[in-house]
């Protein structure tokens, strides 16, 4: 019995990761038909599940790679999707998106050759983590309507140097 609970304890930032990727669709389709009050709960919602996952999993001593690098793609589909989304309706310019999504892209190559030789440890920088929190805080004025570009431009200075 022991043993169980243990275990369940040990799924539930996987649970809040699996959530905050099944979520992600939702999200895409409530911002594209401008259904803005339900977007933003569902924004908030998956940033809300991003920053316990975080929590949670930072409490374990130990975790696998497999699970920080699903928490990561979490993250970055979460980011990118808003951006592609906010990008068809206009709202978010074109170059803008095109550092988040290019910088992700480069992360992404960087990560599936690291990992297959084995290189890195997968962990997410404090410069990444950071990244993430003004990315889901910049996008949120962009909800109703408005480019805060003071956020917006810190945002993208974190996605640039977190690949540094």
Do not use: C, H
């Not at 569902?42 to 001593?61: C, E, K, N, Q, V």
């Not at 497999?66 to 979490?74: G, P």
């Amino acid at each position: 019995m022991e043993f169980a609970i243990k275990k369940g304890r040990r799924n539930i930032p996987l649970s809040f990761t699996a959530m905050r990727i099944l979520l992600v669709p939702i999200l895409f389709l409530v911002i594209l038909y401008q259904k803005p009050l339900t977007a933003v709960s569902f924004y908030l919602l998956i940033g809300l599940a991003a920053f316990i996952d975080g929590f949670l999993s930072r409490r374990r001593t130990e975790d696998s790679r497999r699970r920080i690098v699903l928490d990561m793609t979490a993250d970055r589909l979460f980011i990118d999707v808003t951006v592609i989304a906010f990008l068809i309706k206009g709202m978010l310019p074109l170059w803008a998106a095109l550092v988040f999504l290019g910088r992700d892209g480069i992360a992404l190559i960087w990560s599936i050759v690291s990992l297959r030789n084995q290189e890195r440890s997968f962990q997410q920088s404090g410069i990444a983590s950071m990244g993430v929190f003004f990315q889901i805080a910049a996008f949120l004025p962009l909800f109703f309507g408005t480019l805060d570009w003071i956020l917006m431009g810190t945002a993208l200075a974190l996605s640039v140097f977190s690949l540094i």
